[in-house]
């Protein structure tokens, strides 16, 4: 993937025609072809002109997947959204069809492996950044796998909430809260615990607190920001905590309640 950017729209087309003969030049130099059919481009605030390779035109596209990742021109996550609801529910469908023979606590496993691994892929890039309702749809798609394992009709009202506490399984918004806590931790353990700071001793320093963080404009949606936030939250034994494994357990259990 190559990002070219520049301050005006034809400078873009031209640096991106430019970048595209240098990929297929290069892929030429070390024997390779460039499969142009499965090449794409992609412009954010504007719509790029046309690629041509080797007497090929690349169209451009409002949304590309990259890693199981649909990254949309609009910056948008509706349609990642979407796939991911898809994916859960056919998780679900899976677990009351491969888990029809299986005890409860056999199907759970298969909740874990097959529904809430779609979540855990690349759940850190855009669960802490879609909204209440996108939320509440993935939400709802996860009560569907959970009504699988326990064998419960796939409508009517049923006490879902009390369903998946049984179960010991997180909703969306811990799920997302442990991920961005653990990311925190990962990102600023070593740094705050060995950094020498000068001057009197706060609340504050002694709790380990970062300066909060800016949030206006384009900051409010940076995972980094979500991530400064996140570390101030965690509880103070987290962050002392010198062992990875230990300090997730402390995050796990300092954020689901079952």
Not at 37 to 57: A, D, H
Not at 67 to 72: D, V
Not at 175 to 198: G, P
């Amino acid at each position: 993937m190559n990002v070219v950017y520049a301050d005006s729209i034809e400078e873009c087309n031209a640096l991106l025609q430019a970048v595209a003969l240098d990929l297929a030049n290069w892929y030429d130099l070390v024997g390779l072809s460039l499969n142009v059919k499965k090449s794409e481009v992609m412009g954010f605030g504007f719509t790029p002109n046309p690629i041509v390779l080797n007497n090929e035109t690349i169209l451009p596209s409002k949304a590309i997947k990259f890693l199981g990742l649909n990254i949309q021109s609009d910056l948008k996550w509706n349609i990642h959204v979407d796939a991911i609801c898809n994916k859960i529910r056919a998780s679900a469908g899976r677990i009351r069809f491969e888990g029809r023979n299986h005890r409860v606590k056999d199907r759970r496993q298969l909740y874990f492996a097959w529904t809430q691994g779609c979540l855990l892929a690349n759940g850190l890039a855009f669960l802490p950044r879609i909204n209440t309702s996108e939320k509440n749809k993935i939400q709802v798609a996860c009560n569907s796998a959970i009504r699988a394992v326990l064998r419960l009709p796939r409508f009517g009202k049923v006490p879902i909430n009390a369903h998946r506490n049984q179960l010991r399984i997180p909703s969306v918004e811990d799920l997302t809260k442990k991920l961005l806590q653990e990311a925190a931790w990962m990102k600023y353990h070593s740094s705050m615990l060995n950094q020498s700071l000068s001057g009197p001793t706060t609340r504050s320093r002694s709790n380990l607190m970062k300066i909060h963080p800016l949030q206006t404009g384009y900051h409010n949606q940076m995972i980094s920001t979500k991530c400064d936030i996140a570390w101030n939250d965690l509880p103070k034994e987290a962050k002392m905590e010198p062992s990875k494994n230990k300090a997730f357990n402390i995050i796990k259990k300092s954020i689901y309640k079952f």
